[in-house]
């Protein structure tokens, strides 16, 4: 068994004994599961249709009248697999290892009315049909649409089922390494008239040999599928990107670290006149005054860092191997139990975070730590849920696989947050700041509107998105559609520079913010950083309605997943902008103290 295996059969089996489940199905392959002698049966399961523009909404296999065993033998999903929209079915098709076939009948029926309309209507909405042959994914067109107003002696469209599905299969030695499915269009029957028909559904299937190897059949999933010629300029935009934004926080760390030197100069010269420039200098007793809310403040921060580790630790599952596209089961498995097993850090974080400014109350903290990401997420999936559920997808869990969420959190999740909230508290310490507060915070003088909070909001945010919009472009295209045009390490590196700029920008106008004698930066430099996830709500609107997809079921599952996603990334920018402005806030006055 390779290391590549070894290594993703290891992480199944964690994820399974976690939840519970049965072994899992990984489309990730082992050598002595997948081979076979000439005849030996190979298994196949029908999965899912659905319109081609829009990935969210799709059905059972089978809610279209095609051929059907008696009985129907349904796989048991895994929890990913079920997350991910998949309803594994037995098939009638005999793809047997080695064996040609040409013209095989797979049955013969005769469509009523009814059925013929809902061929039709999946064809006018250019429904594709997905299975899975010995774990390899295979996609297929249902039907085609012809235009009628070419022939002079027809009027409106013409509406054509394929019957019979070809399908071409790479092997090397006694293993399968690739498989494509294409719909025969000379194997077609109308469907444009209400009327009975009878339909003969065939499949054909021709094997060839190749020399690429079984553990490498999943590489072209995981590899960027875009054209040679978009890929360069792809690469050509993202260095442009990357030196753009090189530049720009060189530029304005040089200008930050001059103007704080003239500041520093000023405070050490001993000139009275001189003095009173440095604004700063005046609020040294309230600028260290924790905010209002400090429990919602310490949940923030602490959930904050939660989402950074789960993206961080993907990332690693990502360069290993582990996690790649065309197995997003396993992604949708990740997340819950990341989410639930990284709850210790969230409620640590959260706790010593709190206890730095009072030893009591840190336990509603942690309890605003629990609810502050979970709460919104879970009203979200239970509207998209009810949504799914009216339309008949398969997007829509059942109940049983919302108990089983509800007790991996419940089991995880909320032990391992009191944990770390009681850890929080037992190695709490007091914050210790450069310079003693004031009994009575200072009054803050008048702002211009530009130095208010809309304002630098709209600044950071934007400048921030300015530097992500393209790879952001890709990932929507990589996440709404089927091909992937950024691979991890291209997003690692804009990920590290969102956060790098989240955190110049953030200092910068902290700055300023103190220099005009404003001393309450702490929440403001929350939404600073979180500003940018305002942004990218934004572009994903945009990008919705400049796509092909429609209905309200895609648009539901959309706005709605994107806000969840947007708001992760709130929190995580929102912490990081914290962080930055209070350790640079900590070194100027501990710099004036010790002056």
Known sequence: MTQKSLKITSLQLLFTILILAVSSRSATSSPHDHRYNAGDPVPLLVNKVGPLNNPSETYQYYDLPFCRPEPIKWKKETLGEVLNGDRLASALY????????????LCSKKLKVDEVAKFRRAVADDFYFQMYYDDLPIWGYIGKIEDGSLVLSEKGNKYYLF??????????????????????????VDLTD??????????????????????????????????????????????????????????LILLILRRLKNDLRKCSSGDEEEDKEVGWK????????????????????????QLLTIVCILFVLAFLGILYPYNRGLLSTSLVLLYSLTSV?????????????????????????????????????????????????????????????????????????????????????????????????????????????????????????????????????????????????????????LLVLTAILSIGLTYIQLSVEDHEWWWRSVFRGGSTAIFM????????????????????????????????????????????????????YRVVKSE
């Open 194 to 251: 209400d009327i009975e028909i009878n339909v003969k559904f065939t499949y054909s299937i021709v094997w060839s040999e190749t020399s690429a190897q079984f553990q490498t059949r999943m590489d072209k999933y995981s590899r960027a599928s875009s054209l040679p010629t978009l890929h360069k300029i792809h690469w050509f935009s993202f260095i442009n990107s990357i030196v753009f934004i090189l530049l720009l926080m060189g530029l």
């Open 345 to 497: 850090v969230a409620g640590y974080i959260t706790s010593s975070f709190h206890n730095q400014f009072s030893d009591a109350g840190w336990e509603r903290s942690v309890f605003l730590a629990g609810i502050l990401y979970f709460g919104p997420l879970t009203v979200t999936v239970l509207i998209l849920n009810t949504v799914a559920v009216s339309y008949g997808a398969t997007a829509a869990l059942p109940f049983g696989t919302i108990m089983v969420i509800v007790f991996i959190y419940m089991l995880f999740a909320v032990p391992l947050l009191a944990l770390g909230g009681r850890i929080g508290y037992w190695f709490r310490s007091e914050f210790q700041a450069p310079s003693a507060l004031n009994r009575y915070p200072r009054e803050i003088p008048p702002l211009p509107w530009y130095q208010k909070s809309p304002c630098q909001m709209f600044i950071v945010g934007l400048l921030s998105f300015s530097t992500i919009a393209l790879e952001l472009h890709h990932l929507y295209a990589s996440l709404w559609g089927y091909k992937i045009f950024t691979p991890p390490g291209i997003l690692f590196v804009m990920f590290i520079i």
């Open 537 to 588: 709500f934004a572009y994903s609107t945009y990008f919705y309605f400049r796509s092909n997809m429609s209905g309200f079921l895609q648009l539901s599952f959309f706005l709605g997943y994107n806000a969840v996603m947007c708001y992760a990334f709130f929190l995580i920018l929102g912490s990081i902008s914290f962080r930055a402005s209070m350790i640079f806030v900590r070194r100027i």
């Open 163 to 188: 019957t019979n599905v070809q399908f071409d299969a790479l092997y090397n030695g006694d293993q399968v390494v690739e498989i494509r499915a294409f719909s025969d269009p000379t194997s077609a």
């Open 94 to 105: 005999e793809l047997k290892f080695l064996e040609a076939k040409t013209g095989v009948a």
């Open 282 to 305: 005046y609020i040294h007793g309230d600028v260290f005054r924790y905010p209002q809310n400090i429990s919602l403040f310490s949940a923030v921060m602490g959930v904050g860092n």
